[in-house]
DNA sequence: TCAGAATCATTAGCTATGAAACGATTCTAC
DNA sequence: GTAGAATCGTTTCATAGCTAATGATTCTGA
């Protein structure tokens, strides 16, 4: 979509101001997002039959080793609902292990386990390559600039 | 995920190479392009019952006026049976209309209907000043840089 | 000519996800 | 001390999307 700029704003500029900017750019950042996902989870994680939320929640238990479920859900951008159904699986497949907070049993911590660990660091050295080589085409004085500019919109609009 | 690079870099640098710019990238362009869809989808087009992807479809008819069912798959980037779903719902608001290609009765055409070209000439002003919103904290020039970098990963790993 | 391959759209079954409802627990104000 | 508010995780229900199977149609090669 967003493909005929001139075409659209023939349609619809005499009563709106059309800005091609704002279309293209962010048009192509949620092409590009979506593609990111599919292609990782088909080339990387899909041989592991592993989700992608559930890659990103492993990963982030490898970094920090032990976190509430509320911080997994706002970390991984999913629901509350989303970690429930998740952490099932991933304590089915014993990769990570659900604990009460004693201190206040509302709270239910996750951590990860020594297979959980065996599995994302069997996996992450290949995702990282997959990272590497859908920017592989850019400069790296591009790649970085990209990342500011990416930076700048995240914080902008609170993404 | 992927916020503690030094973490990671410490826990596999060892055996693997790790680009730090890469990480930056690739994630942040998921996540913007996932917080673009959910704004977009709450803020413009919920209270209009209709979905980011039919959004999508209905928008490439106002465009083109008559496509192939295939051609909207591969413009809305999801598959056959995603659109014939869609078609349906389409259809039965009577925003849109199939019709059977007389020379090769596999073909399905789908034109919009007036009552569709009512709908998303309603809906696209706004869901374009949700566009400009994104992007208004970046400057002029940086949008245009920013486009062309997206463009050139779109085209580099054919997203 | 015509049998089988190819190419469509559609349907059925499945997974992932979110919103809302629910029960358990803790906090707060009096 | 205690009733009500707030905050958890989980469950339930609904929706979107995909893969694979299906049926209809057309093409192809002998």
């Not at 990387?44 to 929640?57: P, R």
């Not at 509302?106 to 080589?133: M, S």
């Amino acid at each position: 979509m967003h493909t005929e700029e001139s075409t659209i704003i023939q349609k619809i500029s005499k009563k709106t101001t059309i800005e091609p900017n704002a279309i293209a750019v962010v048009t192509s950042l949620y092409r590009i997002g979506q593609g990111i996902k599919n292609k990782l989870e088909q080339e990387v994680l899909a041989k592991h039959k592993i989700s992608w939320t559930s890659f990103s929640i492993l990963y982030d238990l490898w970094i920090y080793g032990k976190m509430e479920t509320k911080e997994l859900a706002l970390s991984a951008g999913v629901s509350k609902a989303t970690i429930s159904n998740i952490m099932r699986t991933l304590e089915n497949k014993s990769l990570c292990r659900r604990e009460t907070d004693p201190r206040d049993r509302r709270n239910t911590f996750v951590v990860i386990t020594p297979k959980g660990k065996e599995v994302i660091e069997e996996l992450y050295p290949e995702f990282h390559e997959g990272e590497i080589a859908i920017v592989k085409g850019l400069k790296t004085d591009d790649q970085k600039q990209l990342a500011a500019t990416l930076y700048k919109l995240i914080k902008d609009n609170k993404f």
